[in-house]
């Protein structure tokens, strides 16, 4: 990222959040670097051959939907380009172009390949409309959405239709990357997380690439209330029909079977000056409708619930009324961060500074783990008892939020030589305990216990 990106970032960062927040912000931003080495490299050509020569997974149709609105030819074009040099051969690109110029017509009319599908809608009628006839023209057993000046990697196809063939998920999403407005320069990894239900509760992970079964899709349509999220509503309702399912029948397959995380960068988010992904200010309402999608998903799942804006643009907190755990049987556990002389003294986070939000903020947000310190922690009611018998001890929250005193055994074994180890060792068997039957853990990183 640029020098006067930064500095853009962060002003706007501090106007949101004032000038202390900010200037933490940029220290992380400078000592931290995440992935400041990063440069996208392509698969060598020994490979792509391979790609193209494979055909056991030629069967699997990916429709590619495109609205467009008045799309610049370059970006049109490189669009196209990457399409038509994927190494997956089975696939259509559908542009629904509601544009009131030809200008994207003009460039699509300079291509001859029977797989580029053109309609020409009657107006504009937003993102999502554009997308549902897209949607509904679309012949493949998968949806890859795709906005109209991004780009596909050579195989992101081919990694799709592999993944998608091997566990036939509802939905399917692959890592990315930002490239400036000459697609010639990559920046900014996401390299994501699998799925995670809480993570994504707080902000819109999966993005790009993303395919979604095709019935599934035209079933449930995009939704035009929620237009500049639309993809974060689906995501949304996908998952929460299966939350649902598996509410209603406990011998229901979780919903982490159903969603696939292909750990590849295959799509290119440009940036240029009005988008998203360059100057997060330009689309708040796209903010708002993602907050409207989350706050519509609690009411669907019935939980009585605050959604609000998390300091950082696009992320969102969901602020359950009295406990977390007596909305969410789905939770054995939640827990919060331990921290000693200012950096967090366990689990995924360990040595990280406190005061950082961590890569893609993530020590900031709600977020499903396999790790909690036992010494931050409340367990739900169904699940005591397995914390009674792993730590030989009564039941006592040691959650920072609800008790801020450690039970007296855990403070004589802190005492003692080798005792913080010990009880990382008994939170480790707790966990794993507790997560036995498929039951999730929730890291609240705004709950902190300092030692």
């Known amino acids: ?67 467009a609105y008045e799309t610049q030819e370059v970006y049109m ?17 559908v542009i629904a172009d509601g544009s009131a110029t030809d200008i994207v017509k003009k460039t699509v009319d300079t291509y001859q390949d029977a797989r580029i599908r053109y309609v020409r809608l009657e107006g504009n009628d937003g993102i999502a409309e554009n ?5 509904e023209i679309a012949t493949g057993d998968y949806c890859g959405l795709l906005d109209h000046d991004d780009l596909l990697t050579a195989d992101a196809l081919y990694e799709m239709a592999r993944a998608v063939q091997a566990h036939r998920p509802v939905l399917a999403y692959s890592d990315e990357d930002k490239c400036d407005e000459s697609g010639r320069h990559f920046y900014d990894p996401h390299f994501k997380l699998d799925f995670n239900l809480d993570l994504l509760l707080t902000n819109n992970y999966v993005c ?28 949304l309702r996908v998952v929460g029909n299966r939350l649902m399912k598996e509410k209603e029948n406990n011998g229901t397959e979780p919903v982490e079977r159903f969603i696939v995380h292909v750990p590849k960068v295959l799509y290119h988010w440009r940036c240029h000056e009005n988008s998203t992904a360059d100057n997060p200010q ?25 959604v609000r804006h998390n300091k950082h643009l696009g992320f969102y907190r969901i602020e359950y009324g009295e406990s977390v755990l007596t909305h969410r049987p789905d939770l054995a556990a939640v827990g919060g961060f331990v921290a000693k002389h200012g950096r967090v003294a366990s689990g995924i986070y360990k040595g990280q500074p406190l005061l950082y939000a961590g890569y893609m903020n993530r020590m900031d947000l709600y977020q499903n783990t396999d790790q909690l310190d036992i010494r931050n922690m409340a ?14 001890h009564p039941y006592v929250s040691t959650l920072f939020s609800e008790n801020r005193v450690l039970p007296q055994w855990m403070q004589d074994m802190e005492r003692t030589a080798g005792g913080e180890e010990r009880l990382m060792e008994l939170g480790a068997v707790l966990c794993g305990r507790l997560t036995a039957d498929g039951a999730r853990l929730l890291l609240d990183p705004v709950c902190v216990r300092k030692i």
């Open 208 to 235: 790009h690439f993303m395919v979604v079964r095709s019935d599934v899709l035209k079933k449930m349509q995009v939704r035009k209330e929620y237009d500049g999220s639309q993809d974060y509503d689906i995501i």
């Open 1 to 67: 990222m640029s020098l006067a990106q930064n500095i853009k970032k962060t002003i706007n960062y501090s106007k949101k959040n004032g000038y202390g927040e900010a200037v933490v912000a940029a220290w992380e931003r400078v000592t931290a670097k995440y992935y400041a080495d990063y440069d996208y490299r392509a698969p060598d050509q020994d490979t792509l051959e391979r790609q193209r020569a494979d055909q056991r997974v030629s069967d699997l149709k990916i429709s590619i939907l495109v609205p």
């Open 77 to 93: 074009s490189a669009l196209i380009d990457s399409c038509i040099g994927q190494t997956y051969a089975n696939w259509e690109l």
């Open 131 to 135: 997308t549902n006839r897209a949607i």
């Open 282 to 306: 330009s689309k708040m309402y796209a903010y708002e409708a993602g907050k409207k999608a989350l706050i519509d998903f609690a009411s669907r799942m019935g939980w009585k619930v605050h």
């Open 379 to 392: 367990v739900n009611k169904a699940y005591q008892g397995v914390y009674e018998e792993v730590t030989r």
